[in-house]
């Protein structure tokens, strides 16, 4: 089957002009007020018939969208793998960077040892080319270790309060291991 690049709307726009019209005379519920048996007995008819034309429009419309849910369902399909795949890599070159800099600041401790007193350059967390640029990033991140020291307050369901506390600075938090994790952002020129 052939994808089109583009699709346009060319939705009905008669039977969408019709169902306004067909609305404007239940504009007077903004304003209605049930007061009695005789008006509690005109706002069910009028519930009613509202419910009705909600439910003849809804299907209308679902009938009008129909090949364009399948279309785009269809789009969403022929792009999951090709996609699947893209990010697949993008994981596997991000791992591979963050090795290779873990290795890069590895040699320089080992370069530090042997000389102390040298002035050694720490290597770059930026890399710059034509095509965009790739940073080394490093995220504070904690993970419950042992429940039994964690104070009451972190004690919930999605320790979203012992990371706010971590993010504001606090870097003992008992119960919680607490580490940097660094991640890899890049940035297209696009």
Not at 64 to 83: C, F, I, M, P, S
Request: aromatic residues 8%; positive net charge.
């Amino acid at each position: 089957m052939q994808i089109p690049v583009t699709v346009t709307s060319t939705g009905n726009t008669t039977a969408i002009q019709q169902m306004e019209k067909e609305i404007l005379p239940y504009k007077f519920v903004e304003v209605f007020n049930i007061v009695d048996e005789k008006t509690a007995f005109r706002a069910t008819n009028g519930l009613s018939a509202i419910m009705s034309m909600y439910n003849k429009k809804n299907a209308e419309r679902k009938a009008t969208t129909a090949e364009w849910r399948k279309l785009t369902k269809d789009v969403n399909d022929k792009y999951a793998t090709g996609l699947k795949t893209l990010k697949k890599y993008e994981s596997i070159l991000k791992t591979k960077m963050l090795r290779y800099k873990a290795a890069e600041y590895s040699k320089l401790l080992q370069q530090q040892k042997k000389e102390p007193t040298a002035i050694i350059e720490a290597p770059s967390s930026t890399l710059k080319t034509d095509s965009g640029t790739l940073s080394i990033k490093k995220n504070w991140k904690c993970r419950l270790v042992d429940i039994t020291k964690v104070k009451p307050e972190y004690l919930t369901h999605n320790q979203a309060k012992a990371e706010k506390a971590m993010k504001a600075g606090e870097r003992y938090i008992p119960g919680f291991e607490i580490y940097q994790e660094e991640t890899v952002a890049v940035r297209t020129k696009e």
